[in-house]
């Protein structure tokens, strides 16, 4: 189990550094004259809020895969059918396994793989975000009271 959750974690590291390199500003140039020195009474608060409130791509897709990668019981990094079934068997799914594993088997190799995981995640990610700030609100997650139920 741990190692299942340790292989999901080491699989989401890269994605969310590209992540964090792609939206990391470029450093400003220092300047000649310095700033003026503002007494701490009269200076700004901080914001400890993220200037983007909800939850990044990023971040949906390591708890979509997080949640999912738990199929994968013999800890190769996929998830094939059987296993996929026995997990939702497991879980008492409604939908049928084949059908859905259908739909996350983009290769039609006979198993689910992190780019696999990524590449439906981001499509479901762009689906949700109602208003295409790059973030999901709360409002806009699934089984949220306000949010709308999306069709898959």
């Known amino acids: 189990m741990i190692g299942r959750t340790i292989l999901a974690l080491m699989l989401a590291l890269p ?3 590209a992540m964090a390199q792609t939206a990391q500003p470029a450093p400003a140039q220092p300047s000649q004259t310095p700033a003026p ?3 701490a009474s009269q200076a700004p608060a901080q914001s400890t809020t993220p200037a983007k409130a909800g939850l990044s791509l990023a971040e949906f897709q390591a708890r979509r895969e997080k949640a999912i990668m738990k199929a994968d019981s013999d800890g190769d990094g996929k998830i094939s059918l059987a296993e996929w079934s026995a997990f939702q ?3 008492n799914a409604k939908t049928e396994p084949a059908k859905s594993f259908a739909r996350l088997d983009a290769n039609k ?3 689910v793989d992190k780019a696999e995981l990524d590449a439906f995640f981001a499509k479901r990610f762009a689906r949700l975000d109602a208003n295409k700030d790059g973030a999901l609100a709360r409002d806009e997650l699934p089984g949220h009271k306000a949010a709308a139920k999306p069709a898959q």
């Open 37 to 39: 020195q503002v007494p």
């Open 89 to 91: 068997t497991k879980r």
């Open 109 to 111: 190799d006979g198993f």
């Open 15 to 17: 994605a969310a550094a």
